[in-house]
């Protein structure tokens, strides 16, 4: 099960910080992703990161802008989201990955069998 927090309303270039505390003792095995979804979009991945944390993925629209981190001891992924634009107004969501996901296909939602509940964030212009 996973716990989501840390959304809220921001003005452009602002920045918030996005958390995640999975309950369970597989959380170390998982690699984790944050995904989005707008208004009227698909959900995407906006950040991965391997189980060790070694490893990170970033779409492209959020490079340089967005950090992800895990710590394994505390069961936690955080998404720290600075230079905010009105853009990346969404819902967020934390997913953990079935133990079986290959990196490469993280991208794809279906490689994921545990998700938050979502949090809002919205950018004002």
């Known amino acids: 099960q996973l716990q989501a927090s840390g959304g809220g309303l921001v003005q452009a270039g602002g920045s918030l910080r996005l958390s995640c505390v999975a309950s369970?003792?597989?959380?170390?095995?998982?690699?984790m992703g944050w995904f989005r979804q707008g208004p009227g979009k698909e959900r995407e991945a906006v950040a991965r990161i391997r189980k060790t944390g070694d490893i990170t993925y970033y779409l492209d629209s959020v490079k340089g802008r967005f950090t992800i981190s895990r710590d394994n001891a505390k069961n936690t992924v955080t998404l720290q989201m600075n230079s905010l634009k009105p853009e990346d107004t969404a819902v967020y969501y934390c997913?953990?990955?079935?133990?079986?996901?290959?990196?490469?296909?993280?991208?794809?939602?279906?490689?994921?069998?545990?998700w938050g509940q979502g949090t809002l964030v919205t950018v004002s212009s």
């Open positions: 369970g003792s597989t959380f170390r095995t998982r690699a």
């Open positions: 997913a953990a990955a079935r133990t079986s996901q290959i990196w490469s296909a993280g991208g794809d939602p279906n490689t994921y069998d545990a």
